[in-house]
């Protein structure tokens, strides 16, 4: 007995089948709305095929959630409601669950369940085409090219504070924007020449990180024309912030008509470039080493 009065046990099975029926009605309705109202909607959006496959990952993901933080949510809603104080001075207590082997047990079974399952559905996803993301200087998952289309290399060059494009199939210019033509399988080499940077391209759903010394490929495969933002997501300076570019994917005609002017409008500065190159290492890294 306590200052407040007494505590009574309540036993009985049903406290369990009605958290169960609830969860079960409440995943039903939810699980769908998640897949089918708010997974079109989550980032980064279908600007690529591999932003797509990341929206179809997050809802995978989200769909997965969903049951486990309503059984959260409805079994914290239940003991609310169930087990509040009914009587002046006495205070009621559910069912033990310490010790419960069944719910032990079922607890290890789902979990691991999940985490093997998500461990294995990643790495398979992953492996598919890279996911956009970084894949060092030896990638092992390429997508295939588009049929009837080439790989388009673009090498991109971080600095303190912007982002530089050179286009080694198209005379080695370099190119303060970005365009990209549709349908088109991409490849980033992506290098910094200072500290390290990160290219971040939010709706073609790529990020790698700008390293200096270091080419980072990643891939992406361009859909119908999109603007996108690229931005840098790794602290790297006073002007981290200010490190930005709108790019876009074009039509072909209209790629090649604007890496053609880009060719005529840069070729007093490509001409003092150094030969393209994997990694670039600046005058002064050169002396100090
Ligand atoms: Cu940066």
Redesign the pocket.
């Known amino acids: 007995m306590s200052a407040h009065g007494g505590t009574v046990n309540v036993e009985g099975p049903r406290h369990w089948r009605n958290v169960v029926v609830l969860w079960l009605i409440a995943s039903v309705i939810m699980v769908p709305v998640v897949i089918f109202l708010i997974g079109p909607g989550l980032p980064p959006g279908n600007g690529s095929v591999e932003a797509s496959g990341q929206t179809a990952d997050n809802t995978v993901l989200l769909a997965l959630a969903t049951p486990v933080a309503l059984g959260v949510l409805v079994y914290l809603g239940y003991v609310l409601f169930a087990f509040r104080e009914r009587t002046p001075d006495v205070v009621l207590d559910g069912p033990a669950i310490r010790g419960n082997s069944s719910v032990q047990f079922w607890w290890l079974i789902v979990t691991t369940t999940l985490v093997l399952f998500l461990a294995g559905y990643g790495s398979v996803r992953l492996l598919a085409d890279g996911s956009g993301g970084g894949q060092g200087p030896n990638p092992i998952a390429r997508p295939a090219v588009p049929a009837g289309g080439k790989l388009l290399v673009v090498q991109v060059v971080?600095q303190?504070?912007q982002f530089n494009y050179r286009f080694p199939g198209y005379g080695g210019v370099e190119t303060n924007q970005i365009e990209l033509p549709e349908n088109t399988l991409v490849q980033f080499n992506v290098t910094s020449l200072d500290?390290i940077?990160?290219f971040w391209a939010y709706e073609l759903g790529v990020k790698a990180d700008?390293n200096p010394g270091v080419n980072n490929v990643a891939y992406v495969t361009t859909k119908g024309p999109v603007i996108f933002h690229v931005r840098?997501a790794?602290l790297?300076?006073l002007w981290?912030g200010y490190?930005f570019n709108q790019g876009r994917v074009v039509s072909k005609a209209d790629f090649a008509a604007w890496i053609a002017r880009q060719r005529v409008y840069f070729a007093p500065a490509t001409k003092t470039l150094p030969p393209y190159s994997k990694t670039y290492f600046p005058p002064a890294l050169r002396r100090a080493g």
């Open positions: 971080a303190q504070w500290v940077h990160s700008a840098c790794e790297c300076g981290h490190m």
